[in-house]
């Protein structure tokens, strides 16, 4: 077979979080003002990112209302040189409510 070569334009990276250890880390974040410097290590690899504090506190006040185990936090980003990620984001979004499983109804 043919060995397909492809130029890409970036690589675009999604880290999922842990929602507690993220709540734990974020706290004592609340009242800085300029941008925060993240380390995320995962599979070997430790990536670099910041974040404006405005994300911060959106993603903390997230999980705080809503709870870590309710809430997925993601890490989006451009994958850079070093390990770095540009154009990086936080987010914390609520995890859809599963509808409760319906009764068989019975038979009359």
């Known amino acids: 077979m043919p ?3 492809l130029a890409a334009r970036s ?3 999604v880290v999922v ?3 507690g250890n993220t709540l734990d ?3 004592p ?3 800085i003002e300029a941008r925060i410097p993240f380390t995320v290590t995962a599979g070997g690899r430790t990536l670099t990112m910041d974040f404006p504090p ?3 506190r959106r993603a903390y006040t997230a999980l705080e209302e809503h709870g870590p185990e309710n809430c997925v936090v993601l890490i989006r980003g451009k994958l850079g040189p070093n390990d770095t990620l540009t154009e990086a984001g ?3 979004q609520v995890k859809p409510h599963k509808p409760a499983a319906a009764e ?3 038979a009359a």
Do not use: Y
Request: hydrophobic share 55%; aromatic share 0%.
């Open 25 to 27: 880390a974020l706290a």
């Open 3 to 5: 060995n397909v070569r």
């Open 11 to 13: 690589i675009n990276v």
């Open 90 to 92: 936080l987010t914390a």
């Open 17 to 19: 979080l842990d929602g």
């Open 54 to 56: 405005r994300a911060v």
């Open 104 to 106: 068989p109804a019975s």
């Open 29 to 31: 974040l609340q009242h």
